[in-house]
């Protein structure tokens, strides 16, 4: 048996819905709701900055990928993304996702869990909006606001346009602190179109900062 075959993926997938559906009870009054890995660092100020101006409603905010063929559904990037609230109830809502997600896994309903895409949480959450909404807002970084620091080949260098960092080192997040704690919050430019709304990378802040190799 894989280490981490398509069981596991569907588990992860089951956990990302039961964090939707347990956010939406246990924070009954928010706007927005975020799902992120536990191996990134956030500046959490410098996020909410930009979510703050954004639409509270019909909103997809992360770094948006193309969906697989045949279905050219957009969704964001697991390492985190954030949904506005009314977006999330009609997630938890789609039947038939809620009805494979609130059961244990078995491997009989292999096809089913594909055709929803739960072998992927995060293209799992961007199908079922492509399902359940219309006119959604889909709000897009760029790599040089959320990216990978080690490991994968969606690298990029760690500047002052970083927000989400990924795959970093226990080791860093004190150093990240002291990179990011004296630069105030203030909103990414964006730019609108049809498409959606698109956070700019600025020049002058694209100094690279280092990280120790400790």
Same mark, same amino acid.
């Given at each position: ?6 069981? *596991? #993926? ?9 964090w ?8 009954? &009054? ?11 660092? @956030? +500046?959490?100020p *410098?996020q ?5 101006? %954004?639409?509270? +409603? ?9 969906? +697989?063929?045949?279905? *050219? ?9 954030? %949904?506005?609230?009314?977006?999330? *109830? ?11 997600? !609130? ?6 309903? @292999?096809?089913?869990?594909?055709l ?10 961007? $199908? !079922? ?5 219309? &006119? ?5 970084? +760029? #790599? ?7 490991? #994968?080949?969606?690298?990029s ?13 226990? #080791? $860093?997040?004190?150093? @990240? ?11 990414t ?26």
């Amino acid at each position: 048996m894989p280490l981490f075959g398509e069981r *596991q #993926r569907s588990c992860l997938s089951r956990k990302t819905f039961m964090w939707l559906d347990l956010a939406l009870t246990l924070f009954d &009054n928010v706007t927005f709701i975020a799902k992120g890995d536990d191996d990134m660092y @956030l +500046r959490v100020p *410098q996020q909410l900055a930009n979510i703050r101006a %954004l639409p509270t +409603r019909n909103l997809y905010y992360g770094y948006n990928m193309p969906g +697989r063929y045949p279905f *050219q559904f957009r969704y964001s990037d697991g390492s985190i993304f954030t %949904l506005s609230r009314d977006l999330v *109830q009609r997630i938890v809502a789609y039947p038939p996702l809620r009805r494979l997600a !609130t059961q244990t896994y078995d491997p009989g309903y @292999l096809k089913h869990y594909m055709l929803l895409f739960m072998d992927h949480e995060d293209m799992m959450v961007g $199908h !079922t909006v492509f399902r359940v909404a219309r &006119n959604v807002t889909y709000a897009t970084v +760029r #790599r040089c606001h959320f990216h990978n620091v080690y490991g #994968r080949t969606d690298l990029s260098p760690l500047t002052l346009n970083s927000i989400m960092l990924h795959n970093i080192k226990e #080791r $860093h997040y004190v150093e @990240l602190m002291r990179h990011f704690r004296e630069i105030p919050p203030a909103t990414t430019k964006f730019i609108e179109t049809s498409d959606g709304i698109f956070f700019e990378c600025e020049l002058h802040s694209g100094s690279p900062l280092h990280l120790s190799s400790r």
